[in-house]
């Protein structure tokens, strides 16, 4: 059961495709990730029945042979052979045999094996469908993995164990992932994590060694190579050759040869290259839900309930938490309850449905379609629509006429969304007038680990609350934007995260929150240079 499990971890690190969107941000989808477990059953259920074919057509073929070979012992044991032969039937029979039946029972099926090639039609199907997945996209599940251990501080050999965060999933790598792992993190030159793979593969093939001594030998051998390569790259030579030497050590002829020869010219740890950003010591503690203590305000921001803010909320008063004051961010909880939520991803599957049917062909939903259509955008004709869009401007105090549809986004396991602001500053949308004025981001899922809302200059996380609404301005009131909201999605480590976010430009608001001529965008002075 384990192995099952680790199955679905393995696949949906596998099958992360990392696709490239407005500011360069990367994500991968669970709903993706649902419909490669569907083309994976299909790959099942063809190869039983495949299998199941060949079995029976096998069996035929061993009743046929035991019927003859029954005939055989018969006609030995009559006293003479050309006794038997000399009977006229029996010639016929064999005649009979020799020119028809081996041919059509067993020549024919044997060559031709129908089950065979309808299976190769198949596969030749599924593989050259632009949906199957490619190296690449194992390279980026790769990726995606270091990524999750860079942000969260994951140890190799407890990811290994399937040991996430101080819980245990019950899925466990072998060492040929784990070596495969390594491979992978080489070739993307992350030479560091490489070496930690590598070296958890060696210990865990040589904890359950192969039953093959000869077999264990090489395996041991092709890790050493590997980790020979990653520690030379990591500005390791000598540990390189001590490793490469170990291995010609009982095999002279070994490839090593060639690598030592191939190392003697090159300069070690010279692609060692680390980028961080200067975001990156913020963005990782605060993904983590660390604060740094000594920011804090020395007036702890305390939840009310405003019934004041529009009629609407006389009855039911918004639940606000204010979490920063200037700029200003409130998380509302309880906004949506779980039926509107389901009722959303009954208009998003919806439209991306009627997407996939234009893109694919025949209805055949391939991949790629699904990748252009794991976000999608609401407007506000629906009912359920229409509540949010009165929530919104009940809850902003801003006119409608000024926001995008609704995007709907679903990030899976290692989707992130790096720092960036939601305002333009350059370049504005010509469909919108002037530059988005606020962001309301409403969280539709919970997630079971990871995925916060991280703002890196403001020293705030936010865990994700089904239900719940974040709203801040991108705005100073000059309408100048503010760049202390830089904000990010972390990495999902467990579960799937789906938010709804709305962003209303400034250009339909002149009554709603008129700007101060009086500027306030020196604020964000102090916080420019550090993008
Ligand atoms: C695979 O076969 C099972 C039953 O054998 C069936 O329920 C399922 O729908 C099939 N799946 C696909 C994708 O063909
Ligand atoms: C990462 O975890 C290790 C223990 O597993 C700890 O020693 C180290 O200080 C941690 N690093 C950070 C930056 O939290
Ligand atoms: C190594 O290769 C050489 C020449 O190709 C051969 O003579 C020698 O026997 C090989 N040694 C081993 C241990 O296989
Ligand atoms: C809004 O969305 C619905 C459902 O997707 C669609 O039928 C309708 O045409 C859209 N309205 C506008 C104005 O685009
Ligand atoms: C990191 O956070 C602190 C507040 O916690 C902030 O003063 C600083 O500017 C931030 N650094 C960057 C590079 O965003
Ligand atoms: C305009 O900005 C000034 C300086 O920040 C502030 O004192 C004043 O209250 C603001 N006026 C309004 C109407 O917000």
């Not at 980026?140 to 407890?158: D, E, P």
Request: hydrophobic content about 35%; proline content about 4%.
């Amino acid at each position: 059961m384990a192995h099952q499990s680790w199955f679905w971890v393995v696949a949906s690190f596998s099958f992360l495709i990392w696709s490239e969107a407005v500011g360069g941000e990367f994500y991968s989808s669970v709903d993706r990730m649902q419909d490669l477990a569907q083309v994976e059953q299909e790959l099942l259920n063809a190869t039983r029945l495949y299998l199941e074919q060949q079995q029976q057509q096998l069996e035929l073929y061993i009743r046929y042979v035991e019927q003859i070979k029954e005939e055989h012992e018969w006609a030995m044991e009559q006293a003479h052979l050309d006794e038997y032969l000399g009977h006229p039937l029996h010639a016929f029979r064999l005649i009979k045999r020799l020119v028809q039946d081996w041919d059509a029972v067993v020549f024919e099926p044997i060559v031709a094996n129908e089950p065979k090639e309808e299976f190769r039609q198949f596969l030749e199907a599924v593989t050259t469908d632009l949906g199957y997945p490619n190296h690449l996209e194992l390279q980026g599940a790769v990726k995606g993995l270091a990524r999750l251990q860079n942000v969260y501080n994951l140890s190799t050999s407890h990811l290994a164990e399937g040991e996430i965060g101080g819980y245990i999933y019950d899925s466990v790598l072998e060492w040929r992932e784990c070596y495969e792992i390594g491979v992978q993190l080489f070739d993307l030159g992350d030479y560091r994590r490489s070496l930690e793979w590598l070296q958890e593969a060696f210990t865990l093939l040589r904890r359950n060694p192969e039953e093959d001594e000869e077999q264990h030998a090489r395996y041991m051998s092709d890790i050493r190579e590997y980790a020979a390569l990653a520690n030379f790259e990591v500005g390791n030579p000598k540990k390189a050759e001590n490793l490469l030497n170990r291995i010609l050590e009982p095999l002279p002829n070994h490839t090593a040869q060639q690598t030592l020869k191939y190392l003697e010219n090159r300069e070690p740890g010279k692609n060692l290259k680390e980028k961080t950003h200067s975001w990156s010591a913020n963005y990782t503690r605060l993904c983590q839900g660390r604060r740094l203590s000594e920011e804090s305000t020395g007036h702890p921001l305390k939840c009310f309930l405003d019934g004041k803010r529009h009629a609407y909320y006389t009855l039911a008063p918004l639940q606000v938490e204010p979490v920063h004051l200037d700029p200003d961010i409130n998380v509302y909880h309880g906004m949506l309850n779980s039926e509107q939520i389901l009722s959303i991803f009954e208009e998003a599957d919806k439209l991306e449905m009627i997407r996939s049917a234009v893109a694919g062909t025949e209805g055949a939903r391939t991949v790629k379609d699904l990748r252009v259509s794991q976000q999608t955008w609401l407007n506000y004709t629906s009912p359920v629509m229409g509540s949010i869009s009165r929530i919104i401007q009940f809850v902003s105090g801003l006119d409608i006429a000024g926001a995008e549809w609704m995007q709907v986004a679903n990030y899976g396991v290692g989707g992130q969304y790096e720092p960036h602001p939601d305002y333009f500053e350059v370049n504005l949308p010509k469909d919108f007038l002037g530059d988005r004025i606020s962001t309301s981001m409403f969280y539709l899922s919970d997630v079971e680990q990871g995925g916060y809302t991280v703002f890196t200059k403001l020293n705030l996380f936010l865990p994700p609350v089904k239900g719940a609404l974040v709203m801040w301005h991108n705005l100073h009131r000059s309408l100048d934007v503010d760049v202390r909201t830089l904000h990010a999605g972390c990495p999902v480590i467990v579960g799937s995260k789906r938010i709804g976010n709305i962003w209303m430009h400034s250009g339909y608001q002149e009554f709603r929150r008129p700007c101060n001529l009086t500027s306030d965008s020196y604020k964000s002075l102090a916080y420019r240079d550090s993008v």
